[in-house]
C-alpha cells in the first residue's frame, strides 16, 4: 500500500479517536448542568417560584374562595405610579402618573370602581369613602363635603402593569387648622354602634398579632344589601392614619371578615354596610396585643 494512503488512514484514526475522547468529557458535564437546573429546590431561602398568571388573577381567585385582605397594592419597594390629591373649587381632584411624569389611566376595575378614595381627619374621627370620576387621562375628580382642616387620603387602585405602593397623602381644606393629630384615640368598652337606627356589634374572633382574626358582625337581624360587589366593606387604620387595611367579606351570606396585625397596637376600625339604598358607617377603637 502507497505511504500517503497509509498516512490518510492513520490521519482519520486520530481525527476518530480525538473526537470520542472529547464526548466522553464534556457531554457528562453538559448533562449534569442541565440536570443541576431541573431539580433546583424550591424550598432554599431566597428562591422565587415563577407562576403562571398575574398576581391580579391570583387575588381575585383567592376572593371568590373566601378572605379578601387588601392593602391597596404593594407595600414593598418603589412606587412606579405617583398620586398626588388637591382641592379645587369645591373639588377633590387626583392626579396619577408614572416615573416619568406621564399620565396613568390603564386601570383595572376593583369592586366595581376604578378608584376607590378613603378619606379621614388628621384625629381619625371623620371618615368618607368616595369614589372619583374620570374624564381626562389620569386625572379623577369627585365633589366633597369635608369641613375645613387636616386630611389624609388613601388612593386605592389597581394600575395594570405597574407596581403602586399605596401610602397616606396629607392634604388641606380651606385655612390652616390647629393639628389633632395628637389627639389619642380610646379603645372602646364595648364594640356597639348604633347609626339612625340600624345596630352592628363587632365580634373580633381574637386581639393577638401575627394570627388571622376573623371581624364577625352581628347587625341585629338585618341583612344588608350588595354594596360595590360585596356584603359590605372594613377600612383599617393605625392610630397614626399611616398603616391601611381594606378588607372584604369571607364567601357566604354572613359578614364576617378576615385580617391579621403584624404589629400591637391601637386600630381603628370602619365598617360599611347597606340597607334600604343607604350607606351607613360603623366606627370602632380596639387594642391589638
Do not use: C
Not at 80 to 104: F, K, M, R, Y
Not at 270 to 287: N, R
Amino acid at each position: 500500500m502507497k505511504k500517503w494512503a497509509i498516512s490518510a488512514i492513520v490521519y482519520l484514526l486520530v481525527v476518530v479517536g480525538g473526537y470520542y475522547v472529547y464526548a466522553s468529557v464534556a457531554d457528562p458535564v453538559t448533562h449534569d448542568k442541565q440536570k443541576e437546573t431541573e431539580h433546583i429546590d424550591t424550598t432554599a431561602p431566597g428562591h422565587k417560584e415563577e407562576v403562571t398568571g398575574s398576581h391580579e388573577e391570583d387575588a381575585d381567585s383567592h376572593e371568590d374562595e373566601g378572605a379578601h385582605d387588601e392593602s391597596g397594592g404593594d407595600h414593598s419597594g418603589e412606587s412606579e405610579v405617583h398620586a398626588s390629591i388637591q382641592t379645587e373649587n369645591g373639588e377633590l381632584v387626583i392626579a396619577l402618573n408614572d416615573l416619568q411624569g406621564n399620565p396613568v389611566s390603564d386601570l383595572e376595575v376593583n369592586h366595581e370602581k376604578l378608584l376607590h378614595l378613603i378619606v379621614v381627619s388628621s384625629d381619625l374621627k371623620e371618615y368618607q369613602h368616595l369614589h372619583p370620576e374620570t374624564n381626562e387621562p389620569g386625572v379623577f375628580n369627585v365633589i366633597h363635603s369635608l369641613k375645613n382642616g387636616e386630611y389624609k387620603a388613601f388612593i386605592d387602585i389597581k394600575p395594570t402593569g405597574k407596581k403602586y405602593v399605596l401610602e397616606p397623602i396629607s392634604f388641606l381644606v380651606g385655612e390652616q387648622h390647629d393639628d389633632h393629630s395628637d389627639n389619642a384615640l380610646q379603645v372602646d368598652e364595648e364594640l356597639v354602634r348604633k347609626v339612625q337606627g340600624h345596630k352592628a356589634t363587632l365580634e373580633p374572633s381574637s386581639f393577638r398579632t401575627n394570627e388571622e382574626i376573623e371581624l364577625s358582625f352581628d347587625l341585629a337581624g338585618e341583612t344588608p344589601e350588595q354594596y360595590l360587589g360585596a356584603l359590605g366593606h372594613v377600612v383599617i387604620l393605625d392610630e397614626k392614619g399611616e398603616k391601611y387595611i381594606h378588607v372584604h367579606p369571607l364567601a357566604g351570606n354572613d359578614p364576617v371578615f378576615a385580617t391579621q396585625f403584624s404589629e400591637a397596637g391601637i386600630y381603628k376600625i370602619w365598617a360599611e354596610f347597606k340597607f334600604s339604598g343607604k350607606v351607613y358607617v360603623f366606627p370602632y377603637v380596639i387594642e391589638i396585643k
